[in-house]
């Protein structure tokens, strides 16, 4: 079964460090881009990034460039999404998903369960 | 980026309605346009790629048209495993964007 599993979710202090995790398994992880998708409470998807996992390639958002690293390693078929700085706004829960076909314009058909990150004081 | 833009942003329907969704694009993205229905607490689900392509598994109630810089998504016959949020996406572009979404609710 083609499969992404995520990390838990993670509560964190303003200005603290974060890294949040994805697994996949059932397939060859090494050649479909991954993608990573944010969304606040209450609110709709914003598509944050995509890193493909044969040569750790990023691609962002300009509206999340600068603030987040998106890697993956491809020993153990895992893409990570991090902060160095994390800020009330970043609360949200994140989604990472695969894209489906070669190349970075696809569709994503395969996602995890989600992470949900909460930063508060 | 290219914006996409979903109406209407709510929809009361019933069992058995025919409902339509729209997506358009601020530019435009051939085919390039995917659907997606979400559920509270749920990952998003792939429904529609390449702007009318069934993906696996999907009921074929569910169909999409369009290209260019206007889409709809349709609901031939709504059923009560159907009331739930729908987002387009655009993903011409190395940087993708979704609509807004669309929350189908029970009438």
């Known amino acids: 079964e083609v499969q992404l599993v995520q990390s838990g979710a993670e509560v964190k202090k303003p200005g603290e460090s974060l890294k949040i995790s994805c697994k996949g398994s059932g397939y060859s992880f090494n050649n479909y881009w991954i993608g990573w998708v944010r969304q606040m409470p209450g609110k709709g998807l914003e598509w944050m990034g995509i890193v493909y996992p044969g040569d750790s390639d990023p691609r962002y958002s300009p509206s999340f460039q600068g603030h987040i690293t998106i890697s993956a390693d491809k020993s153990i078929s895992t893409a990570h999404l991090q902060w160095r700085s994390v800020r009330a706004s970043d609360t949200a829960k994140y989604y990472c998903?695969?894209?489906?076909?070669?190349?970075?314009?696809?569709?994503?058909?395969?996602w995890g369960q989600g992470t949900t990150v909460t930063v508060s004081s | 980026d290219i914006q996409m833009t979903q109406s209407p942003s709510t929809l009361s329907a019933s069992v058995g309605d025919r409902v339509t969704i729209t997506c358009r694009a601020s530019?435009?993205?051939?085919?390039?346009l995917a659907w997606y229905q979400q559920k509270p607490g749920k990952a998003p689900k792939l429904l529609i790629y390449k702007a009318s392509s069934l993906e696996s598994g999907v009921p074929s109630r569910f169909s999409g048209s369009g290209s260019g810089t206007e889409f709809t998504l349709t609901i031939s016959s709504l059923q009560p495993d159907d009331f739930a949020s729908y987002y387009c996406q655009q993903y011409k572009s190395y940087s993708q964007t979704f609509g807004q979404g669309t929350k189908v609710e029970i009438k």
């Open positions: 530019q435009s993205i051939s085919n390039y």
């Open positions: 998903a695969r894209l489906y076909g070669s190349g970075p314009l696809n569709a994503m058909d395969v």
